[in-house]
């Protein structure tokens, strides 16, 4: 049973860069949620998709944007990249429907910017 | 709005010997689940326990178990039989449903525990 998979495992960008982490939902689901972790913190909730939507968003800004594949994998998208990007971005993933929808996460991406 | 908090940074543990981890969030809700994940320096988020708010029975696990105080807002985990495998970061969590099925976690800052032989 595969797992959530998340690509790449690092990547170092400079500010004003754009960058793409992709990410594989476990076998089954159809929910994924990203979310980012700064150093010693806890994970922030970015977005969630279901059904190539986006059904869900937290306190971030449009520099922060996403898009859900048929096959329900996930793209996180950031433009405009500040210092303060720098972080752990763990991907998630969930069955909708199944009550309590408990999320299962990848391994992350970690982002440098410089 | 939804908090989670966390008041212990750093804990250790001889193995073999019990710990508890504290958790307390704030809501006005009365159905929400709650969770505690682990995450090992590895960096992979594992889920440890989950508890349904409408349930009044703890949660149990093998060597982990929840005390769920719905009243106090707390959420305690509780490592029995520590082992050294049981070093990592915990972070507690809380989860309720938005609109149109949606959801979304609120963690808290995690308590670092680190197991001793």
């Known amino acids: 049973d595969a797992g959530v998979t998340q690509s790449p495992t690092h990547l170092i960008k400079t500010r004003g860069q754009q960058v793409t982490l992709r990410c594989s939902p476990k076998?089954?689901?159809?929910?994924v949620s990203w979310y980012q972790q700064a150093l010693g913190q806890g994970p922030q909730f970015i977005f969630q998709?279901?059904?190539?939507?986006?059904?869900q968003r937290g306190n971030f800004p449009d520099r922060f944007s996403g898009h859900q594949f048929p096959n329900y994998s996930s793209e996180l998208n950031v433009n405009a990249l500040l210092l303060g990007d720098s972080a752990l971005y763990l991907c998630?993933?969930?069955?909708?429907?199944?009550?309590?929808?408990?999320?299962?996460f990848g391994p992350g991406t970690r982002l440098t910017v410089l | 709005a939804q908090t989670v908090t966390q008041s212990q940074p750093e804990m250790s543990v001889q193995e073999a010997e019990t710990v508890t981890l504290s958790c307390t969030y704030d809501?006005?809700?009365?159905?929400?689940?709650l969770f505690w994940y682990k995450q090992p320096p590895s960096r992979q988020m594992i889920l440890v326990i989950r508890?349904?708010?409408?349930?009044?029975q703890n949660a149990t696990e093998n060597r982990f178990s929840v005390n769920f105080q719905k009243a106090a807002k707390s959420f305690s985990l509780k490592i029995s039989d520590s082992q050294l495998g049981d070093t990592a970061m915990y972070f507690c969590?809380?989860?309720?449903?938005?609109?149109?099925?949606?959801?979304?976690?609120?963690f808290g800052t995690g308590t670092r525990l680190k197991v001793l032989a």
């Open positions: 809501t006005s809700e009365s159905n929400y689940y």
């Open positions: 969590a809380f989860m309720k449903h938005g609109p149109s099925g949606t959801y979304k976690y609120i």
């Open positions: 508890q349904e708010a409408y349930k009044q």
């Open positions: 998709y279901y059904e190539e939507e986006e059904r």
């Open positions: 076998s089954g689901h159809d929910t």
């Open positions: 998630a993933s969930s069955l909708a429907g199944t009550g309590g929808d408990t999320q299962y």
